[in-house]
Structures are given as structure tokens and as C-alpha cells.
């Protein structure tokens, strides 16, 4: 049998009916008397783990064990606003006869995920830069509507009636520029969902468009964000006292506080335990503390460092390249701050030169 | 100074030794603010230390860092973002490894 958990204030977010309890960590040297919390690389590493639960083609998730939950924020924050991706931009309109007005429509364009890799292209430093094909990527969209000659006359279906009826995004056609060619060649740019419908054309309706698609990042505008949200939750714990178990008649009512898999019933003694794997699957429902018959029986917790990250990707990345994006974002802007900082200190000691902010 | 706007300044007030100082961090944010605030707090020489973003409509933090035995409040700093380049190096490293061995759920998600 393992070791039964014991509620552990440094390692535990308690969670009580209504509070939560020990929601920061104290692991910060002087803190606790005897303890040695300074910053130590190799004692970090080996507290550290990294796993990965689930993957699929647009989703992931791992477990991130044994950072600070600042570091495991950061990672999120950058991987919502900060990881660039590709989208349209500018959108040039000769023609829009259709019944979405242009600035609506160009809207709709900007949030079509592209199959690009940024890492392609280089971003503009300004929006007025010139538009060169190292920094941008150009779409047409000309689609026009007519009647279908021999419909048969008593239908609705506009299928059946119309030919372009939709404008889907399978409509945009790349045209390359420059050497994007030659570079893009073996993934030719195309949005990543063929099927989404953009406007609704009649007969005599058309839209034709140029559309410039540029890089950019979450920060600037959400249709940039590559990630269908990106979350994290910190490990639940479920709590047994040893000292008042469950009484044996109440033990299925017990189990039926929890989501389903969390706490097993021994079917024999009636005893209860709780599942170590299925116990992520909780959602901290605090049903239980609604019955006063359980009081004592149980404490709930979140282990403070324990992240279980769930990352849905939106777009270019495959959801296995996103963290290592986001960790490569992070070390780019620890390095220009690191610079500057080193800068900082060569131009001397002598603050007079340093540049004063006028407080 | 130069041209472009320097993206660290050490604000009025600080201690002729650095021993405390509040630097102003240009185009940054509560991402980098409060995970250099955490590591900085790590090193047992550092008296206190605390971020703060001024408002929100200015893209920038303060951080203050005030150090015991007269230390240069500046290579405390260094020193910080030096670890948490580290920290960042490890988490990689220890995903990779994570994704090499396969050892996960595989599973087909329709769109």
C-alpha cells in the first residue's frame, strides 16, 4: 500500500467550502528557519517533470511538475499572445456586390487560420513597411454568382439553383510573388479549413478581392492567437482521514459526490479508496461537503505545483510544436532584457550617464 | 542616449551602489514581470523585491530590488535571467524527451 496522503500546506492548495486556503508558495529562502530554498539548478531538475498525457492532431496534454506556477503562466500567457502566426491583414476590394458590407467581410477574411509557417517569413516592423514577399503573402478572391441553367423548377436548394452560391475560403488562391515560389513550394499557402463559408452570394452578386496577408502575434490582434485557447489546472487531491472512514452504508453515496472514477468501493468490505490515476479526472465540485454525514471524512486539495496543461491548437502549428514555441518566445525576450540590462551595467556605475526615467 | 527607446532605465532614487534600485522594463508585461520577480526572490542576498505595471494602458513594469550587504542590485538581476534561461532550457529539454519516448495517448480528434 502507499504512503496515505496527508494534507501538506507546503505542497497543498486547500480547498474548503467556501475559501481556498495556502494559495501561494513559501519556498523563498528566510521563509522557513532551517530550510535552504535559494535558487539551485541540478535540485530543480530533479524535481522537475515533464509529461505528456494525450495527443492528437489538434490538441495536447502534459503535465508540467515542479515549476512555479509564475513560469507556468507565462508559458500560457505566451502561447494565447505571443506566438506569431500567420493571417490577412490588408484587404484591397475591387468589387463586393454582396450583402456583407466591406469592413465586415475583411474581418471575417483576417480570422481564416493560413497553413503558413511563420517561420518563413519575417515580420513587418511597421505597419507602412514596405510589402516585400519576405513580408507578405498575397491571396485573389473572385468569385462570382450566376443561375444554373437547367435547375429543375419547383426547388429551394440554392445548390441546385445557383452556381457559387458560398464563398467558402477554399475560394482564396494564392498568388506567389518574388521567390515565395521557389521557398514555399512544397506547402503551397492555403487556409487550413476549406469549408468555412465567408459571405452568401445571389445571381449577379460577385466579390473580387486582393487580400495581404502578413505576420503578426495574439498581442496585436486576437485572429493572430494560434492556439484555441490554452489552459492550465493544478492536480486535485482527494483526501482520505484515516481516522473517520467512511461509514460502509454510505460508501456508494460517497462515491457519487466525486466524478465517476475518482473514489472505488471495494465491493466486498464496502470500503472506500481513492483511484491515484483517475483522480485528475475531478472536478472539484465540493458535493461532498454538502453532506454533513461526511464531515472529517475528507479533505480536497490541489497540489500547488502540478500544472495539467491543455493546449488546443488553431491553425499552423501542430499542437506538439506549440510549448516548444512559446519556451523559445520566453528565452528571446529573457535574452533582449538580459542585453539590456548588460548594457546597463557597462556604461558604468556612473549613473549620471545611465538614462534616468523622470520618476 | 540612443535613438530607439532603451528598454531597461534605472528610475530616480536608487542607491549610489544599486543596492536598491526600481528598474523600468519597456514593452513587458506581467509574462516575463512576475517569473523574474520569482527567481530574483530565490537568491538568499535579496532583501525584497516586488514588480508592479503602473497601468495598463503604458506597456511597462517596475521592479524593485533592494539587497543586503551593499550587492549590486543590477547583478542580481543578471544573475536571474540568466537562471531563468536555465529554467527554461530544462523544461524544453525534459519535453522533448517526454515526446521521444511515445509513451502517451494517441487519439483522432475530428474538426
Same mark, same amino acid.
Given at each position: 500500500m502507499p504512503p496515505a496522503i496527508t494534507y501538506d500546506p507546503r505542497k497543498h492548495v486547500g480547498v474548503h467550502p467556501e475559501r481556498v486556503s495556502h494559495v501561494s508558495s513559501t519556498n523563498f529562502p528566510g521563509h522557513h528557519p532551517d530550510e535552504d530554498h535559494s535558487w539551485d539548478l541540478e535540485r530543480f531538475k530533479k524535481g522537475l517533470t515533464v509529461k505528456i498525457e494525450r495527443l492528437s492532431n489538434r490538441s495536447i496534454e502534459f503535465d508540467l511538475v515542479g515549476v512555479d506556477a509564475s513560469i507556468a503562466n507565462a508559458y500560457r500567457r505566451i502561447l494565447i499572445a505571443e506566438v506569431p502566426t500567420i493571417c490577412v491583414e490588408r484587404v484591397y476590394v475591387w468589387d463586393n456586390t454582396s450583402v456583407? *458590407?466591406?469592413? *465586415?467581410?475583411?474581418? +471575417?477574411?483576417?480570422?481564416?487560420? !493560413?497553413? *503558413?509557417d511563420p517561420a518563413l517569413m519575417d515580420m513587418k516592423q511597421s505597419q507602412n513597411d514596405q510589402a516585400t514577399d519576405r513580408n507578405t503573402l498575397v491571396f485573389r478572391l473572385q468569385v462570382s454568382c450566376e443561375r444554373r441553367k437547367n435547375a429543375p423548377k419547383d426547388t429551394t436548394d440554392p445548390n441546385k439553383l445557383y452556381i457559387n452560391h458560398e464563398v467558402l475560403s477554399s475560394h482564396l488562391k494564392w498568388v506567389p510573388q518574388g521567390e515565395q515560389e521557389i521557398v514555399l513550394a512544397d506547402n503551397p499557402p492555403a487556409p487550413t479549413n476549406l469549408n468555412i463559408v465567408l459571405t452568401k452570394l445571389r445571381p449577379g452578386q460577385e466579390v473580387d478581392m486582393e487580400l495581404h496577408a502578413v505576420k503578426g502575434v495574439g498581442k496585436d490582434h486576437a485572429k493572430f492567437c494560434p492556439v484555441a485557447t490554452a489552459s492550465y489546472r493544478l492536480l486535485p487531491l482527494v483526501i482520505l482521514n484515516p481516522e473517520k472512514p467512511v461509514p460502509r452504508e454510505l460508501a456508494e453515496k460517497f462515491q457519487k459526490c466525486f466524478s465517476s472514477g475518482v473514489i472505488r468501493v471495494d465491493p466486498r468490505t464496502k470500503a472506500v479508496s481513492v483511484d491515484s490515476k483517475k483522480m485528475r479526472n475531478e472536478t472539484?465540485? +465540493? =458535493?461532498?461537503? +454538502?453532506?454533513?454525514?461526511? =464531515?472529517?471524512? *475528507?479533505? !480536497?486539495a490541489r497540489v500547488r505545483d502540478h500544472f495539467l496543461f491543455n493546449i488546443e491548437s488553431e491553425g499552423f502549428y501542430p499542437p506538439q510544436r506549440l510549448l516548444p514555441e512559446a519556451i523559445a518566445v520566453m528565452r528571446a525576450k529573457i535574452a533582449t532584457v538580459k542585453r539590456a540590462a548588460e548594457m546597463l551595467l557597462n556604461n558604468g556605475d556612473d549613473l549620471g550617464d545611465v538614462a534616468m526615467a523622470n520618476a | 542616449?540612443?535613438?530607439t527607446s532603451p528598454k531597461i532605465k534605472i528610475m530616480a532614487g536608487a542607491a549610489p551602489d544599486l543596492s536598491a534600485a526600481t528598474f523600468q522594463i519597456f514593452d513587458e508585461s506581467h509574462t516575463i514581470g512576475n517569473a523574474l520577480r520569482w527567481m530574483i526572490m530565490k537568491n538568499p542576498k535579496v532583501e525584497f523585491c516586488g514588480y508592479s505595471v503602473p497601468h495598463p494602458s503604458e506597456n511597462l513594469i517596475q521592479l524593485r530590488i533592494q539587497m543586503y550587504d551593499g550587492l549590486s542590485s543590477l547583478n542580481a538581476l543578471l544573475e536571474a535571467l540568466t537562471n531563468l534561461d536555465a529554467v527554461c532550457e530544462a523544461v524544453e529539454n525534459k519535453y522533448h524527451a517526454s515526446l521521444a519516448t511515445n509513451d502517451y495517448e494517441r487519439w483522432e480528434e475530428r474538426s
Open positions: 456583407v *458590407v466591406d469592413e *465586415v467581410f475583411a474581418q +471575417r477574411i483576417g480570422l481564416v487560420p !493560413l497553413n *503558413v472539484m465540485s +465540493r =458535493e461532498v461537503y +454538502r453532506h454533513p454525514e461526511f =464531515e472529517g471524512c *475528507v479533505q !480536497l | 542616449m540612443a535613438e
